[in-house]
């Protein structure tokens, strides 16, 4: 069994080794850590049984790099990895085509136990957003995203910046982003601090309009 596991944080994918050894003990994982890296291993090698696709990646904006993805395997399941557990970006991923949603938040067995599901042909999603997908056609609205390449903005940003900021693009307060990623608002307040000066903008509106183009990313 052949897997592509594309995350920019090789911590995070030396440890799904040994998570996926449970999956398969014979696993050969092909590895990347950007959207860019990701695609140009697909263009000329397909031969996988399924990928594990960090949502916030260097390369280009979320939804955008799943949806060149999709476009390149048709027939190879994605299962979507993200530390943000939000019920708009799991209904988002799914209408896509994404197979499954995988918090990375989740147990070991967990994460298993929802790879295994999608290579026997189901969709996985979040337990607390299993409700949402069965109504997926008439309960999701237009996309997210905006069409803009902001691959270029994200770039400069730690992966947590990254996640913060698309949360504040969906006008999500620091206490708010704070549970959905449990962290102290404070610690959120010293990274929105950080991604402002990073992204040479004063502000937090500012922020989010460089990666919405001025349309506020839903959040429900």
Request: proline share 4%; hydrophobic share 45%; charged share 30%.
């Amino acid at each position: 069994m052949r897997a592509l596991i594309a995350d920019d944080h090789w911590v995070f994918r030396l440890g799904l080794s040994e998570v996926l050894s449970d999956v398969d003990d014979n696993l050969e994982m092909v590895e990347c850590n950007d959207f860019k890296e990701a695609l140009e291993i697909v263009e000329t090698d397909k031969a996988f049984d399924f990928v594990l696709l960090d949502l916030l990646m260097p390369g280009a904006s979320p939804f955008e790099g799943l949806e060149s993805m999709m476009n390149k395997l048709d027939d190879v399941p994605i299962i979507v990895m993200s530390m943000v557990e939000d019920r708009g970006d799991v209904l988002e991923a799914i209408k896509l085509g994404a197979s499954g949603y995988i918090p990375k938040t989740s147990s070991k067995e967990d994460f298993v136990m929802a790879v295994k599901r999608v290579l026997e042909g189901e969709v996985w999603v979040p337990k607390l957003n299993r409700r949402g997908v069965d109504s997926l056609p008439e309960s999701f609205g237009p996309r997210a995203t905006t069409g803009r390449d902001t691959s270029a903005i994200l770039a400069p940003l730690t992966e947590r910046q990254r996640e913060i900021l698309m949360l504040v693009a969906r006008g999500k307060s620091n206490i708010d982003i704070a549970k959905d990623l449990g962290l102290s608002p404070n610690t959120v307040k010293l990274h929105v601090s950080g991604l402002l000066k990073t992204l040479n903008v004063s502000n937090r509106t500012e922020a989010a309009t460089l990666v919405t183009g001025g349309e506020w990313l839903r959040s429900d």
